[in-house]
Antibody
């Protein structure tokens, strides 16, 4: 069965970077895009971007351009999302999701990133 | 892109039907039949309920249906059940390889 296992919770200081991993299993990793979506406490979902694990090509939401980098390692079926220059309002749960086109069918359980001095 | 507009909350009694609207623009909802709906229970990851406006993934109850007219998409839940109580989010392709979510709607089953 399709599984997306995300890395554990992180606590970071403002200005630092965080790298969240998403290990896929149960399907051909290079066959489906991975989306990254975040959710601040008590807030709605926010799309951050996606990566094509086959080519490594990415598209990022305009809001995160210059601060986010999505990568993958096909040898271990893992996608990564790195967010730099963290601010307190980056405190959120970060989800990865396997997509077919624009539809996110399978989601990871989320990774809580807390930004606090 | 600006978030799609959803009502903050809707409610209904068991057995009733409710509809959640999702209003965008001619640049997103109005231009593409690529609207999806996600259900999210507290503390859980979102779950896909509807994709490409009207399609239902395997395993999702046929009580859930989707539609679109102009710049507004809608999710209808018929025969409301207690377990339907959750937050619901719409999402649309917005062109230029980007997606946009709605602000979310809290469904209360009375």
């Amino acid at each position: 069965q399709v599984q997306l296992v995300q890395s554990g919770a992180e606590v970071k200081k403002p200005g630092a970077s965080v790298k969240v991993s998403c290990k896929a299993s149960g399907y051909t990793f290079t066959g489906y895009y991975i989306h990254w979506v975040r959710q601040a406490p008590g807030q709605g979902l926010e799309w951050m971007g996606w990566i094509n694990p086959n080519s490594g090509g990415t598209d990022y939401a305009q809001k995160f351009q210059g601060r986010v980098t999505m990568t993958r390692d096909t040898s271990i079926n893992t996608a990564y999302m790195e967010l730099s220059w963290l601010r307190s309002d980056d405190t959120a749960v970060y989800y990865c999701a396997r997509a077919s086109g624009t539809t996110a069918y399978y989601w990871g359980r989320g990774t809580l990133v807390t930004v606090s001095s | 892109q600006s978030a799609l507009t959803q009502p903050a909350s809707v409610s209904g009694s068991p057995g009733q039907s409710i509809t959640i609207s999702c209003t965008g623009t001619s640049s997103d909802v109005g231009s593409y039949n690529l609207v999806s709906w996600y259900q999210q229970h507290p503390g859980k990851a979102p779950k896909l309920m509807i994709y490409e406006v009207t399609k239902r993934p395997s395993g999702v109850s046929n009580r859930f249906s989707g539609s679109k007219s102009g710049n507004t998409a809608s999710l209808t839940i018929s025969g409301l059940q207690a377990e339907d109580e959750a937050d619901y989010y719409c999402c649309s392709y917005a062109g230029s390889s980007s997606l946009v979510f709605g602000g979310g709607t809290k469904l209360t089953v009375l």
